[in-house]
């Protein structure tokens, strides 16, 4: 599948070209809102939350979401899904949760809207599995795919936090506004958070939309391409300091 083949999929056509980006310019994230402005998500931690083991390697971790009752999500569950892809990842990709046909295969993003996110990658240079890794804000489909409520998000919370620690990537993008919510434990609002780097714990995070939100509402695509090009440009900028040291 060439490049043209991959956008008209993201339905862009064949007009959208990645281009190389000139040098990459300070993003103002003055107009992010913030904490105090957007008014904060409430960490709502279960009785029996799991802790975020600082010591819990991978092997470990799979047990213990696979293992996991510490909401309700997990009482119609097939299997809890915790993530897929290179566990050294440089790009870290967050969904909300687990499909049908997710949580019947056990890897996120496997539908309609996998084959799309796949496509977004493919347009900038990306495959799944390799230097990506994707996971989901919660580890078990939430009933008729709702959006998962804050105390199942707070539950599953530590967990995504430990993957990340394990992974250490150098950017994590937010696929849509629950993801969005639990990484960065703020109200926010898609329109407002495009387009600027947010911040993780010192890892710079771009939001953008979910690949599902996407196939509903076409016009948006664009947008999502601009979101794409901004990744792309701020990688680059992150990784030039680590090629010029060596």
């Given at each position: 599948m060439t490049a043209d083949d991959i956008l008209r999929e993201m339905g862009l056509g064949p007009v959208w070209k990645l281009r190389a980006a000139p040098a990459a310019t300070p993003v103002d994230d003055s107009a992010a809102p913030s904490p105090a402005a957007a008014g904060s998500v409430p960490e709502i931690a279960p009785a029996g939350a799991p802790a975020a083991d600082a010591a819990m390697a991978w092997d470990e971790l799979a047990e213990a979401v696979a293992a996991c009752?510490?909401?309700r999500l997990c009482e119609a569950r097939k299997q809890a899904v915790l993530g897929v892809g290179d566990v050294?990842?440089?790009w870290l990709f967050v969904g909300e949760g687990p499909g049908a046909e997710e949580d019947q295969r056990g890897e996120p993003f496997v539908g309609q809207a996998g084959k799309l996110l796949d496509n977004m990658l493919a347009a900038i240079g990306l495959k799944r599995g390799q230097n990506v890794y994707i996971a989901n804000a919660v580890k078990c489909r939430p009933p008729e795919n709702r959006t998962p409520m804050p105390e199942e998000a707070a539950a599953c919370r530590p967990y995504l936090e430990r993957q990340i620690e394990l992974i250490r990537p150098k950017l994590?993008?937010?696929l849509g506004r629950p993801a969005a919510q639990t990484l960065l434990q703020t109200e926010i609002k898609i329109a407002a958070a495009r387009g600027k780097l947010h911040d993780y714990r010192g890892i710079p995070l771009i939001v953008t939309y979910h690949p599902a939100y996407l196939l509903r509402t076409l016009l948006d695509k664009a947008k999502a391409w601009e979101d794409l090009c901004f990744m792309r440009r701020t990688?680059?900028?992150?990784?030039e300091p680590d090629a010029r040291r060596h």
């Open positions: 009752r510490q909401c050294n990842a440089d994590i993008v937010a990688m680059q900028a992150h990784l």
